[in-house]
């Protein structure tokens, strides 16, 4: 049995941080993961999505260049070169945080998946079993795609998927006008893809403030249709796209047909596959371990969660602050501190 002092699971932007932070007290760091490695961020978060966003904005800016007297008479996007520089560039950022894995010792990673058999044992998928005295939670989270939008068959995006593709579509639906749906929306838009947006609720990315809402909506309405509380009554993959009926703001149902339906419908934290049943962690209603936000301590003292598990603040600084946080409290328990 292999013995640590702190096992850090996942290797995402807060586990790295976690494990470095850890490292500064103790030479007993485990960090573990079964891979892809290079972090959501890096592969298929902000970084390619900023990529597409700047492609966005330079045609937007060459649209809008008349305002200053300056013409650029006709604009060409070339959708492959667009998509081609995306990848480029998001695998130069995830070999950049590959490469800096490379100076973590050997003994120090283990690539592999592992589940709590108690609440301080782990075990591995091959049968391997690790006492841990304090563990970090870091294993980060993924697309959540509602039952609805699964009838899109092989015509539904995630935004993990969209930066695949070879060339921009023609047309995309895009479900969930969250802060990723947004800015993958508008970007593409901007880019010539013909966009609708659905949502559910009312909600316009995570505004609070009524007026400033019903604002944003405005905004966004003058680019591309956006109904912030649609009603959905049909999916359907055909071999032309996808079909998509919705009530029109006539109040008539219509069909529309896009290339790809893509889903931006939120993530949930990868935590139920940690066989968290088998400890004595408090979790909320989504099975989410209960934590402190200020010390990311979780009910069992010497387990902490950070990053998107806690599905908290899932954005990539505040993963880092929180892997930070998370590693130093770890390493130095039962010097907790926020």
């Known amino acids: 049995m292999r013995k640590v002092k702190v096992a850090v699971i996942g290797a995402g932007t807060a586990g790295l941080t976690a494990y470095r932070a850890a490292?500064?007290?103790?030479?007993?760091?485990?960090l573990i993961d079964s891979g892809p490695l290079g972090t959501t961020c890096a592969r298929v978060g902000c970084m390619p999505s900023?990529?597409?966003?700047?492609?966005?904005?330079?045609?937007?800016?060459?649209?809008?260049?008349?305002?200053?007297?300056?013409?650029?008479?006709q604009i060409e996007i070339d959708g492959q070169q667009v998509m081609q520089r995306v990848r480029q560039l998001r695998d130069r950022f995830v070999r950049k945080v590959i490469e800096g894995m490379d100076s973590i010792p050997e003994e120090n990673m283990l690539h592999e998946a592992v589940r709590f058999k108690s609440d301080h044992l782990l075990e591995t998928t091959s049968g391997e079993v690790i006492e841990a005295e304090r563990?970090?939670?870091?294993?980060?989270?993924?697309?959540?795609?509602?039952?609805?939008?699964?009838?899109?068959?092989?015509?539904?995006?995630?935004?993990?998927?969209?930066?695949?593709?070879?060339?921009?579509?023609q047309s995309v639906a895009v479900f969930g006008p969250?802060?990723?749906?947004?800015?993958?929306?508008?970007?593409?838009?901007?880019?010539?893809?013909?966009?609708?947006?659905?949502?559910?609720?009312?909600?316009?990315?995570?505004?609070g403030d009524e007026q400033v809402r019903k604002a944003a909506l405005e905004c966004f309405s003058e680019e591309f249709p956006l109904d912030a509380d649609a009603w959905v009554s049909e999916i359907q993959e055909t071999d032309a796209g996808v079909h998509v009926t919705f009530t029109g703001p006539n109040g008539q149902s219509t069909t529309e047909t896009f290339d790809y339906l893509l889903a931006a419908t939120g993530r949930r934290p990868n935590v139920d596959q940690l066989g968290?049943?088998?400890?004595?962690?408090?979790?909320?209603?989504?099975?989410?371990?209960?934590?402190?936000?200020?010390?990311?301590?979780?009910?069992?003292?010497?387990?902490?969660?950070?990053?998107?598990?806690?599905?908290?603040?899932?954005?990539?600084?505040e993963a880092a602050d929180e892997g930070d946080i998370a590693g130093r409290n770890a390493a130095l328990l039962p010097d907790v501190k926020p």
């Open 178 to 207: 969250g802060v990723i749906g947004l800015e993958l929306g508008q970007a593409l838009h901007r880019l010539g893809v013909r966009v609708r947006m659905f949502g559910l609720g009312g909600a316009v990315g995570p505004i």
């Open 276 to 317: 968290l049943e088998n400890t004595n962690l408090e979790c909320d209603t989504q099975g989410i371990p209960v934590f402190d936000p200020d010390t990311l301590q979780c009910s069992v003292s010497h387990i902490f969660i950070a990053g998107d598990a806690n599905n908290y603040l899932p954005l990539l600084h």
């Open 23 to 30: 490292l500064k007290h103790t030479d007993s760091v485990l």
């Open 135 to 169: 563990v970090v939670i870091a294993t980060g989270s993924r697309p959540a795609v509602p039952d609805l939008l699964k009838s899109a068959g092989n015509r539904l995006l995630l935004n993990d998927d969209l930066f695949e593709l070879e060339d921009l579509p």
């Open 50 to 73: 900023k990529l597409l966003i700047a492609a966005a904005e330079a045609a937007w800016h060459m649209r809008h260049a008349p305002l200053f007297g300056v013409s650029a008479k």
